[in-house]
């Protein structure tokens, strides 16, 4: 198979790390890529959002096989016109990626279908959302409505802080993200994320993970895109899994289907554990970042019939093996990150990883023959181990072995996790 993978970042590179390991795989072509990208598949300089342009250098080289990494191009629809074209592709329709692409959609889905969710209300200006607030009372949730790069969501404990949150919304802060808010209840539990490939009528749960959205130890500080994880999350037991699939991943697919969406790729479930069992937080339609390099990581089978199975309604013919060894990856991140941050700051070395083991590059560039940080987040040290404690003293082994002076990591990832083996 000739494919070409779109996307950057360190999901990105987790992907290709695995896709170049397929006995099936002839050439790989990755747009726009990264320096890590470069040592598993041909670097193209393609504009991703020109789709015409996407649809031709597919046509040119005779790619079979599209497989999206991010979720932009998908909420733009660029899997409508690789589709439209007679080309397989790993994602959904542009109406399908509503998922992610509308909070609001989202969480109208869920009332219809009777999913369990944080019960919520929708608003387009501040003063409504504002009142609503005051008559709920915090916690409570504020989601700017749209694609805002994983920063659109406040967990506010104070009134103060929600009615700061709706002014950012609608004062610009996430652009047109912002221009339809989402109020919803908080949900106490314990979070994890689940993913599920979907073909449309058939369904392959893949493994859980555990993010760490806070920039600091101690999940502390505001939150970011991810500051590391851990797969599988001890909180996600088969029980809960089962009921994760019957109450929520199972009515969703069927739900897309019925509203003339099915929905082809894969379902990134965030969850909330709560005393009731499995709730709704948020849907994303691509793999997590960075959850996808510690599933990668654990994924014993060939990735890229899997993901073929997805694109061509056959899931129902393939399985997914995976190692019992937990994985743990650290994000190393430029100092000031999620705030403002220095950019083309010197890598001066990676480490040499063994089996088992890898950095995986998220925000990087070559710059005169130097390797550049270029992103807020920027390298993942991830690595697997018979513990997760193990895999955590791997990885950050690892992460201290980067020479880096602009960069930091949180120290804990994989606390919650380690303080269960302990128990």
Same mark, same amino acid.
């Given at each position: 198979?000739?494919?070409?993978?779109?996307?950057?970042?360190?999901?990105?590179?987790?992907?290709?790390?695995?896709?170049?390991?397929? @006995? $099936?795989?002839?050439?790989?072509?990755?747009?726009?890529?990264?320096?890590?990208?470069?040592?598993?598949?041909?670097?193209?300089?393609?504009?991703?959002?020109?789709?015409?342009?996407?649809?031709?250098?597919?046509?040119?080289?005779? %790619?079979?096989?599209?497989?999206?990494?991010?979720?932009?191009?998908?909420?733009?629809?660029?899997?409508?016109?690789?589709?439209?074209?007679?080309?397989?592709?790993?994602?959904?329709?542009?109406?399908?990626?509503? %998922?992610?692409?509308?909070?609001?959609?989202?969480?109208?889905?869920?009332?219809?279908?009777?999913?369990?969710?944080?019960?919520?209300?929708?608003?387009?200006?501040? @003063?409504?959302?504002?009142?609503?607030?005051?008559?709920?009372?915090?916690?409570?949730?504020?989601?700017?409505?749209?694609?805002?790069?994983?920063?659109?969501?406040?967990?506010?404990?104070?009134?103060?802080?929600?009615?700061?949150?709706?002014?950012?919304?609608?004062?610009?802060?996430?652009?047109?993200? +912002?221009?339809?808010?989402?109020?919803?209840?908080? %949900?106490?539990?314990? #979070?994890?994320?689940?993913?599920? $490939?979907?073909?449309?009528?058939?369904?392959?749960?893949?493994?859980?993970?555990?993010?760490?959205?806070?920039?600091?130890?101690?999940?502390?500080?505001?939150?970011?895109?991810?500051?590391?994880?851990?797969?599988?999350?001890?909180?996600? *037991?088969? #029980?809960?899994?089962?009921?994760?699939?019957? #109450?929520?991943?199972?009515?969703?697919?069927?739900?897309?289907?019925?509203?003339?969406?099915?929905?082809?790729?894969?379902?990134?479930?965030?969850?909330?554990?709560?005393?009731?069992?499995?709730?709704?937080?948020?849907?994303?339609?691509?793999? /997590?970042? @960075?959850?996808?390099?510690?599933?990668?990581?654990?994924?014993?089978?060939?990735?890229?019939?899997?993901?073929?199975?997805?694109?061509?309604? *056959?899931?129902?013919?393939?399985?997914?093996?995976?190692?019992?060894?937990?994985?743990?990856?650290?994000?190393?991140?430029?100092? +000031?990150?999620?705030?403002?941050?220095?950019?083309?700051?010197?890598?001066?070395?990676?480490?040499?990883?063994?089996?088992?083991?890898?950095?995986?590059?998220?925000?990087?560039?070559?710059?005169?023959?130097? &390797?550049?940080?270029?992103?807020?987040?920027?390298?993942?040290?991830?690595?697997?181990?018979?513990?997760?404690? #193990?895999?955590?003293?791997?990885?950050?082994? &690892?992460?201290?072995?980067?020479?880096?002076?602009?960069?930091?990591?949180?120290?804990?990832? /994989?606390?919650?996790?380690?303080?269960?083996?302990?128990?």
């Amino acid at each position: 198979m000739k494919v070409l993978l779109i996307g950057s970042g360190g999901r990105e590179h987790a992907l290709a790390w695995k896709i170049a390991q397929s @006995p $099936l795989l002839t050439k790989l072509y990755a747009a726009p890529g990264n320096p890590g990208i470069a040592e598993e598949a041909d670097l193209v300089a393609l504009d991703t959002d020109d789709h015409a342009a996407v649809v031709a250098f597919c046509k040119d080289k005779g %790619l079979d096989f599209v497989v999206v990494g991010p979720e932009a191009p998908l909420v733009a629809g660029i899997a409508d016109r690789l589709r439209e074209a007679g080309i397989a592709v790993f994602g959904p329709s542009a109406a399908a990626a509503q %998922l992610e692409g509308s909070k609001g959609f989202t969480k109208d889905v869920c009332a219809r279908f009777n999913i369990p969710t944080g019960a919520y209300q929708r608003f387009n200006n501040a @003063p409504k959302a504002k009142a609503y607030v005051r008559e709920q009372g915090a916690p409570i949730v504020i989601k700017a409505d749209g694609l805002a790069a994983g920063k659109g969501v406040t967990v506010a404990m104070t009134l103060d802080e929600a009615l700061a949150a709706i002014d950012d919304c609608f004062e610009g802060a996430f652009g047109a993200a +912002g221009a339809e808010v989402v109020v919803e209840a908080f %949900l106490d539990g314990e #979070e994890a994320s689940f993913f599920c $490939l979907s073909d449309g009528k058939s369904l392959l749960p893949l493994a859980t993970a555990q993010d760490h959205k806070r920039v600091g130890d101690g999940d502390t500080g505001p939150n970011t895109g991810g500051m590391g994880a851990y797969s599988p999350a001890p909180v996600m *037991t088969a #029980e809960m899994v089962e009921r994760t699939m019957k #109450e929520i991943i199972e009515p969703t697919m069927r739900g897309m289907a019925e509203m003339g969406h099915p929905f082809q790729g894969v379902f990134f479930a965030g969850l909330m554990i709560t005393e009731k069992g499995p709730e709704l937080i948020e849907y994303n339609v691509r793999f /997590g970042d @960075p959850e996808c390099q510690v599933l990668m990581m654990r994924l014993k089978s060939d990735l890229l019939p899997i993901l073929h199975a997805s694109a061509t309604g *056959t899931l129902d013919q393939v399985t997914a093996e995976w190692s019992e060894d937990p994985a743990l990856t650290v994000v190393l991140a430029s100092k +000031g990150y999620p705030g403002a941050y220095d950019k083309a700051t010197p890598i001066a070395s990676l480490p040499q990883a063994g089996d088992g083991a890898k950095v995986f590059h998220a925000g990087t560039a070559m710059k005169d023959g130097q &390797l550049v940080a270029t992103g807020g987040r920027v390298l993942n040290a991830t690595a697997r181990g018979a513990t997760v404690a #193990e895999a955590q003293a791997e990885a950050y082994r &690892l992460a201290d072995a980067v020479e880096w002076a602009n960069g930091f990591c949180r120290r804990d990832i /994989g606390w919650r996790a380690i303080a269960r083996e302990k128990a």
